[in-house]
């Protein structure tokens, strides 16, 4: 691995617009789903959109799905075009409770002694603070990155996207440019590339190298590990101490175009290499 490796690296309803589905009850009588809303009020959404923000569909396929009577409000079916909720409201779509914050997916380039936690109680520098115009919602950060370790860090309010990429099993890669306190010997390097089991038993590099036309004390590695500061650890083992840490891979993910402290949205390119759209 040379230095290569870290800089490339949903038929609007055909009823008239004032028209809605009504239900039948066992007496013959129709009944409406529930009992309309002031139009007037600023804490409404229409539920259309409320679907649509929650990542189920278009709003002109929302608008079928609520006549079809796919959704239910605080557990009553609601097939009136035009409904308004409030964001309280509990609101499923064919059983499923959504959610009707629009998706938000932004990547930060952390810089270095920011706290990656999503309220700082110390009155410290959060990672957070870097992104509170990108998005209304609440972001999480996805993983952790430690006070001193700098690099690529993805925030969402998309908890199921969240749990698919920190989940063992998808294994995502991460490269790290490691600075060490002196030379990592040759002999400690092929230790770690042979596997070196820790207190929680073994970690399993894919990769690591010297960085080419760098001193010996700098050096890139690969791992997919999720164990929490792993890759101090790994040093730490070995007698090593990290003086700089820095992500500078995250699955598809680079730093390319995007400076220490800045953040950007991911493309739908990214989204989709990261198995979230099709």
Not at 57 to 69: F, V, W
Not at 192 to 218: A, F, R, W
Not at 243 to 269: A, E, F, N, S
């Amino acid at each position: 691995m040379g230095k290569s490796d870290y800089n490339k690296d949903k038929k609007r309803s055909t009823g008239s617009g004032g028209n809605y589905r009504k239900r039948i009850s066992s007496k013959g009588k129709p009944q409406e789903s529930t009992t309309a809303r002031p139009a007037s009020d600023p804490n409404l959404i229409r539920l259309n959109r409320y679907l649509a923000n929650s990542g189920v569909c278009s709003r002109r396929d929302a608008d079928i799905y609520i006549a079809a009577g796919n959704v239910t409000v605080n557990g009553k079916p609601v097939t009136e075009m035009g409904y308004k909720v409030k964001l309280t409201d509990t609101v499923k779509f064919d059983g499923r409770v959504l959610n009707p914050e629009k998706k938000a997916y932004v990547l930060l380039n952390k810089p270095k002694d920011f706290a990656t936690t999503t309220s700082d109680e110390r009155g410290k520098r959060s990672a957070n603070q870097l992104i509170l115009k990108a998005s209304k919602a609440k972001l999480s950060p996805v993983g952790k990155l430690d006070k001193n370790t700098t690099g690529l860090l993805l925030f969402t309010n998309d908890g199921e996207f969240a749990k698919s990429l920190t989940h063992a099993k998808n294994g995502l890669r991460k490269i790290y440019h490691v600075e060490l306190n002196k030379n990592l010997k040759s002999e400690d390097l092929k230790k770690i590339q042979d596997t070196l089991t820790l207190d929680d038993g073994p970690v399993k590099v894919q990769e690591i190298s010297y960085i080419e036309n760098t001193p010996k004390k700098e050096v890139g590695i690969e791992i997919r590990s999720q164990k929490n500061r792993i890759v101090r650890r790994i040093f730490d083992h070995l007698g090593y101490e990290v003086i700089r840490l820095d992500r500078v891979v995250y699955g598809p993910l680079t730093k390319k175009d995007l400076p220490r402290g800045h953040w950007r949205y991911l493309t739908k390119q990214e989204l989709i290499n990261l198995g979230m759209e099709k």
